[in-house]
Nanobody, 115 residues
Framework: QVQLVESGGGLVQPGGSLRLSCAAS????????MGWYRQQPGKQRELVAS???????TYADSVKGRFTISRDNAKNTVYLEMNSLKPEDTAVYYCNAYIFGHDCWGQGTQVTVSS
C-alpha cells in the first residue's frame, strides 16, 4: 500500500498562488502515474492534472495555463503549482497514485480562494 501525504493547502486571495506537495512511500515511485484531483462540496471528485513517469502531463480544461504538475522521482514527490487562482478553484485537493491497477489516495488538503 502506497502512503501519500499532501501539504501546501491554505487560504489565498483571488489571483494568488499556492504550491501543493505530495510525498509518496515506496521504491517504485518513478513507475507511478501521479495525479491531483479535487472535490468541491456537493460535487464529484474530478481530475485536475496527471503526470506519468516520463513526465508527460494532462490537465483539466479549467486549469490549463494556470496550473502545473511536476514530479521529482528522487524525492518521491509530486507537485501542483497553482497560479491565478479563482474562487471556483476552492476545493479539497487529493493526491493520487496509480500503479498495477491500484489507486491510492492521500488524505486531502483544503484550498480556499477568497478575498
Amino acid at each position: 500500500q502506497v502512503q501519500l501525504v499532501e501539504s501546501g493547502g491554505g487560504l489565498v486571495q483571488p489571483g494568488g498562488s499556492l504550491r501543493l506537495s505530495c510525498a509518496a512511500s515506496g521504491s517504485l515511485f518513478s513507475m507511478y502515474v501521479m495525479g491531483w484531483y479535487r472535490q468541491q462540496p456537493g460535487k464529484q471528485r474530478e481530475l485536475v492534472a496527471s503526470i506519468i513517469s516520463r513526465g508527460v502531463t494532462t490537465y483539466a480544461d479549467s486549469v490549463k495555463g494556470r496550473f502545473t504538475i511536476s514530479r521529482d522521482n528522487a524525492k518521491n514527490t509530486v507537485y501542483l503549482e497553482m497560479n491565478s487562482l479563482k474562487p471556483e478553484d476552492t476545493a479539497v485537493y487529493y493526491c493520487n497514485a496509480y500503479i498495477f491497477g491500484h489507486d491510492c489516495w492521500g488524505q486531502g488538503t483544503q484550498v480556499t480562494v477568497s478575498s
